[in-house]
């Protein structure tokens, strides 16, 4: 696959830890990019795919900085679980990624959305407009099962990963995030992630 962009430039990845952040940071050091990762780190963030993100970035070899960020203090807008609180969240993600990126000099920020990401059901997305994230993988077309495949060819662990969103979306919608709820979300999250298995 081939990745459109400038070899001049210096990039940041905002990264979770699933199949397509972890597709596209194998990609872009394998062809040798100037690019470090970002995690931002938070109570919301499934700790498994921290310690996938971990894993990973170690086998690559990758730069990497791991942000944490206390979302229960001066985030009162995303604990009030609005409508629009992915949005607002994401939108804080990529800021503090940015401000970031701008004390080393990093131009462009990327993301591992891909192709097949409706910006209908993901209301985020917006927030990759307003602040020029670019999307490599979505540009180049590449849908979710595309990803995977890929993954495999590069003999990636996350190949196969299951999709998750953030403990926040299993949350009640419309009620105040507390760290007590939060946590009786995820709670009841992997007990029915597990009992599938």
Known sequence: MELHLRRDLRYGLAFSGGVDSCCLLALLVREGYDVKAYTVRGAFQLERDMADADALVGRLGAQRE???????HGHEDILANPQNRCYL??????????????????????DG?????NPARRPGMRALV????????????????????LSRELGLPTADKPSYACYAVYHPAGQRITPESLQTAAEDFWRERDGQR
């Open 66 to 72: 791991v942000i944490p960020v206390d979302v229960w």
């Open 89 to 110: 969240c994401k939108r804080m993600v990529f800021e503090t990624i940015l401000s970031h990126m701008a004390e080393e000099g990093r131009q462009v920020l990327l």
């Open 113 to 117: 959305t891909n192709a097949s990401d």
């Open 130 to 149: 307003e602040l020029g994230v670019r999307s490599p993988l979505r540009e180049a077309g590449l849908t979710k099962d595309d990803v995977r495949a």
